[in-house]
Structures are given as structure tokens and as C-alpha cells.
């Protein structure tokens, strides 16, 4: 069954260093998600990307934050500075269909830790 | 602002029994509405879709209803199992037009007990 990756699955990270969490969706889909989940909270919404452009961005997603899709297969998540704040499951998400016409299909997550 | 309201505080029931979550939601008129399941420290997983002109959508042990003057969904569980045990999300969908962003709600933690 066609799936979602995500790597890395845990990257320990200094304050203030630039990270890259890499996504790869599942093939046939054209809509493509970040969400985010502190630890004990709830699943919050990043940003949405279609047609090779951010077609919808939260307020969590500053200008410290970059999506990228280097090629016909990734997805990236850039953080170029990162806060203690960013320590966070990290959840890559991708759908054939446009938002909420059809389900989501999630990675198992990049857990961040910022020291 | 929208508000998707789901009971924060753990349902806990016996085995066998039927689970009942609730989501409410506000400044929503959504034209679709999801239930995932997340387990800890994994990726939410898409159980249920309903339409708002569908009253009521099934799946093997899992029923839906979605009211929408009343602005709920009900999140049914019959003859539980402890496998059942996990974070039930619900996410209220924009319409086309409304949005390009699935917003969750908080969850409700289900614990079946043998």
C-alpha cells in the first residue's frame, strides 16, 4: 500500500542551527501538507502546497519557516533558525483530493528537539 | 474565529461497549467532516468522511452522524475492543472557496478496558 515517508524520524538539533525535514508523498497526490504536534497537544496546521506554490500558510509559519519541492518526489520543511519553541513532531501529510474532500495520508512524523 | 470543540478529559469504557465522542464546532459551515485516529507518536490515520447531506455514514464498527444545525458529529464506536484504544481527531472541512488547510481538533483519548 502506497505510503507517505518521512526522515529523519529524530534530528537533535543546537538552537539557532537550520534544519531540513524531508517528505517523500505518495506519487499520484497533488496536495501536500506540514502539520505539527507539541508534545501533549494538538495536531496544528502549517501550511498547504499545490501546484508548486504555498497555497495556504498558519501563523506559525513565519519567515523562519520554507516548504520546497526540489523535484517530482520530495517535499522539504526548512527551519533556518531554530527556536526552543520548534521542538515538535513534525508530520508531513499528502492527498489526491483538494482539503477536505478527501482524506489526508500522514508520515510517521520527524520528531525536532531544540537544545 | 472557528472553533472545532472535542472533550478534552479521557473516555474510558468496558470492553464490548459502545464508545460515543462528541465534536462540536463553531463559525464552521463545513461541507465535509473527518474523523482520524492517532496513536501516540504516530501520524494521524483517516478512518471516516461524511458529507453534510449524509445523516449518518458506517464503517464495520465505526458510525458517523453529522448534524449540522446542531454543528456536531458523533463518533461511534460499537462493541469495543482494547485495539480501539487511541486519540480520536475530528477535522471539519472548509469549502471550496474557504480555505486550502484541514484543521483538527484537539482529540478525545479512548481507553477500552478489558
Known amino acids: 500500500e502506497p505510503e507517505v515517508t518521512q526522515t529523519p524520524s529524530h534530528q537533535v538539533t543546537q538552537m539557532g542551527q537550520e534544519v531540513i525535514l524531508r517528505c517523500v508523498p505518495i506519487?499520484?497526490?497533488?496536495?501536500f501538507y506540514w502539520y505539527r504536534q507539541i508534545l501533549g497537544q494538538k495536531v496544528e496546521f502549517l501550511v498547504s502546497?499545490?501546484?508548486?506554490?504555498?497555497?495556504?500558510k498558519s501563523e506559525i509559519f513565519d519567515d523562519q519557516f520554507s516548504v520546497e519541492r526540489p523535484d517530482g518526489s520530495n517535499f522539504t520543511l526548512k527551519i533556518r533558525s531554530t527556536k526552543l519553541e520548534d521542538s515538535a513532531m513534525y508530520f508531513c501529510?499528502?492527498?489526491?483530493?483538494?482539503?477536505?474532500?478527501?482524506?489526508?495520508?500522514f508520515g510517521e512524523g520527524s520528531r525536532l528537539t531544540v537544545l | 474565529s472557528q472553533k472545532i470543540e472535542q472533550n478534552s478529559e479521557a473516555l474510558n469504557i468496558q470492553e464490548g461497549k459502545t464508545a460515543t465522542l462528541t465534536c462540536n464546532y463553531t463559525?464552521?459551515?463545513?461541507?465535509?467532516l473527518q474523523w482520524y485516529r492517532q496513536d501516540p507518536g504516530r501520524g494521524p490515520v483517516f478512518l471516516l468522511l461524511?458529507?453534510?447531506?449524509?445523516k449518518e455514514k458506517r464503517k464495520e464498527r465505526l458510525k458517523v452522524t453529522f448534524d449540522t444545525t446542531l454543528k456536531q458529529s458523533l463518533f461511534h464506536i460499537t462493541a469495543s475492543q482494547p485495539a480501539d484504544s487511541a486519540t480520536y481527531l475530528c477535522?471539519?472541512?472548509?469549502?471550496?472557496?474557504?480555505?486550502?488547510?484541514?484543521?483538527f481538533g484537539t482529540g478525545t483519548q479512548l481507553k477500552v478496558e478489558l
Open positions: 501529510a499528502s492527498s489526491d483530493k483538494g482539503p477536505g474532500t478527501g482524506e489526508l495520508f
Open positions: 506519487s499520484n497526490h497533488l496536495y
Open positions: 502546497f499545490y501546484n508548486n506554490e504555498i497555497s495556504e
Open positions: 463559525n464552521y459551515s463545513p461541507a465535509y
Open positions: 461524511i458529507r453534510e447531506n449524509e
Open positions: 477535522a471539519p472541512s472548509p469549502r471550496t472557496g474557504g480555505g486550502n488547510k484541514l484543521t
